[in-house]
């Protein structure tokens, strides 16, 4: 089961797309990837892997327990250490500028690895079995009150960590959470947790269909209902619309899509993320981003940047809280002339969220924590 790269939580660049916000782009416009250069890289990935593989790791995980389907992720997540060289350059570029030292094979092994038992965790909160896990959340208090209130919100969140965890828990505890995503290039994995909870695909809103505008119907119904929507702000997507942003120590490419989501709705924003830390235990996190996002009709882009960089800046304090959870494995920063030492074959391949698609087919301030011992 080669990798692929693949969240189905994706796709905000989509949903910008189907409405307009009514910005003319009199100023500057946000910046689109040149002629030539693919746009969403990410996405243009199929998805790879065997229905009997998936099918495979959701046996092992339902009638032999979790701890028999780590033992397959761990042997899983080594193959892909010993041959997937992308997976393991992509990973050793990251972990140097986290950490900054030269990251050994270990730290390596044990970042892949950490994607993998997430990936494979999510079955287990598709399903509602959350007795395995001890699960903390800091800032439910911020969901409570907009339930109370009957207010909709837009909650933007990241590749780190789990999100299946935070929906499992939302759907435990009533909160309304709908995912906006490209579930497309997903399809067999977004059908494995679709089988062990058919409620999973009441709550997705799939912007990938050509021509289909009625996902934006679909967010704003949501969001007067008073529920939340949830988009993943990290990848660019197929439109190519991007600005960049000073994230760990260089500037880095992010979707222009959520926030333009963001003043169509006219509704607060949120940003959450949920952090794993071995073996059992994951740390949710909601905190207010911003109480409306309005737009410059004349500098678009202008009005954009700040929440970008606030954006990047939030999420780099959660990704060095726990750095192993980065489960971006593709040229994020666009160094594809950088080589890696000792990984020097590094292919024009794209990125590989890969072990997710083999193997499932995927107010109180947070404490520091390193998951790399340095």
Same mark, same amino acid.
């Given at each position: 089961?080669p990798?692929?790269?693949?969240?189905?939580?994706? =796709?905000?660049?989509?949903?910008?797309?189907?409405?307009?916000?009514?910005?003319?782009?009199?100023?500057?416009?946000?910046?689109?990837l040149?002629?030539?250069?693919?746009? =969403?890289?990410?996405?243009?990935?199929?998805?790879?892997g $065997?229905v009997? =593989?998936?099918?495979?790791? @959701?046996? !092992?995980?339902?009638?032999?327990?979790?701890?028999?389907?780590?033992?397959?992720?761990? #042997?899983?997540?080594?193959?892909?250490?010993?041959?997937?060289?992308?997976?393991?350059? &992509?990973?050793? #570029?990251?972990?140097?500028?986290?950490? $900054?030292?030269?990251?050994?094979?270990?730290?390596?092994?044990?970042?892949?690895?950490?994607?993998?038992?997430?990936?494979?965790?999510?079955?287990?909160?598709?399903?509602?079995?959350?007795?395995?896990? +001890?699960?903390?959340? +800091?800032?439910?208090?911020?969901?409570?009150?907009?339930?109370?209130?009957?207010?909709?919100?837009?909650?933007?969140?990241? +590749?780190?960590?789990?999100?299946?965890?935070?929906?499992?828990?939302?759907?435990?505890?009533?909160?309304?959470?709908?995912?906006?995503?490209?579930? +497309?290039?997903?399809?067999?994995? *977004?059908?494995?947790?679709?089988?062990?909870?058919?409620?999973?695909?009441?709550r !997705?809103?799939?912007?990938?269909?050509?021509?289909?505008?009625?996902?934006?119907?679909?967010? %704003?119904?949501?969001?007067?209902? $008073?529920? !939340? @929507?949830?988009?993943?702000?990290?990848?660019?997507?197929?439109?190519?619309?991007?600005? &960049?942003?000073?994230?760990? =120590?260089? %500037?880095?490419?992010?979707? &222009?899509?959520?926030? %333009?989501?963001?003043?169509?709705l006219?509704?607060?924003?949120?940003?959450?993320?949920?952090?794993? *830390?071995?073996?059992?235990r994951?740390?949710?996190?909601?905190?207010?981003?911003?109480e409306?996002?309005? #737009?410059n009709?004349?500098?678009?882009?202008?009005?954009?940047?700040p929440?970008?960089?606030?954006?990047?800046? &939030?999420?780099?304090?959660?990704?060095?809280?726990?750095?192993?959870?980065?489960?971006?494995?593709?040229?994020?920063?666009?160094? /594809?002339?950088?080589?890696?030492?000792?990984?020097?074959?590094?292919?024009?391949q794209?990125?590989?969220?890969?072990?997710?698609?083999?193997? !499932?087919?995927?107010?109180?301030?947070?404490?520091?924590?390193? /998951?790399?011992?340095?």
């Open positions: 089961m990798p692929s790269t693949s969240s189905s939580e994706t =796709g905000a660049s989509g949903a910008s797309q189907g409405a307009s916000d009514g910005s003319s782009s009199g100023g500057r416009a946000e910046t689109e040149p002629a030539g250069k693919e746009k =969403g890289r990410w996405l243009s990935v199929r998805e790879r $065997g009997f =593989g998936i099918r495979f790791v @959701v046996f !092992l995980g339902t009638c032999l327990g979790r701890g028999a389907a780590r033992l397959f992720i761990a #042997l899983l997540a080594f193959w892909y250490f010993v041959f997937d060289c992308h997976a393991r350059r &992509t990973s050793r #570029l990251y972990l140097r500028r986290v950490t $900054g030292r030269e990251p050994s094979r270990r730290d390596v092994f044990r970042h892949i690895l950490t994607f993998a038992r997430v990936s494979l965790d999510r079955l287990f909160f598709a399903a509602g079995k959350t007795r395995p896990f +001890h699960v903390e959340f +800091h800032g439910e208090e911020y969901m409570r009150e907009l339930r109370a209130r009957k207010k909709g919100a837009l909650m933007i969140m990241g +590749h780190v960590g789990s999100f299946e965890c935070g929906r499992s828990l939302a759907y435990q505890r009533e909160f309304a959470i709908n995912v906006i995503g490209n579930f +497309h290039n997903a399809a067999m994995v *977004t059908e494995a947790l679709e089988r062990l909870n058919p409620a999973v695909k009441l !997705l809103i799939d912007v990938g269909k050509p021509g289909d505008v009625d996902f934006v119907l679909q967010i %704003q119904k949501g969001i007067e209902d $008073g529920e !939340l @929507v949830a988009v993943m702000a990290d990848r660019v997507g197929l439109d190519g619309k991007r600005i &960049t942003a000073d994230f760990m =120590g260089s %500037q880095a490419p992010f979707p &222009t899509g959520p926030y %333009q989501l963001a003043a169509i006219g509704c607060p924003v949120y940003f959450a993320c949920g952090l794993y *830390t071995e073996p059992n994951y740390d949710l996190y909601c905190e207010p981003f911003a409306r996002v309005v #737009l009709r004349r500098d678009r882009m202008g009005s954009l940047a929440f970008i960089q606030k954006y990047a800046a &939030t999420l780099e304090r959660y990704v060095r809280m726990a750095p192993l959870n980065w489960f971006n494995f593709f040229d994020f920063w666009e160094e /594809d002339a950088v080589s890696a030492p000792n990984d020097a074959s590094a292919s024009g794209q990125p590989h969220d890969s072990f997710s698609q083999a193997a !499932l087919h995927s107010g109180n301030a947070p404490s520091p924590r390193r /998951d790399i011992h340095e």
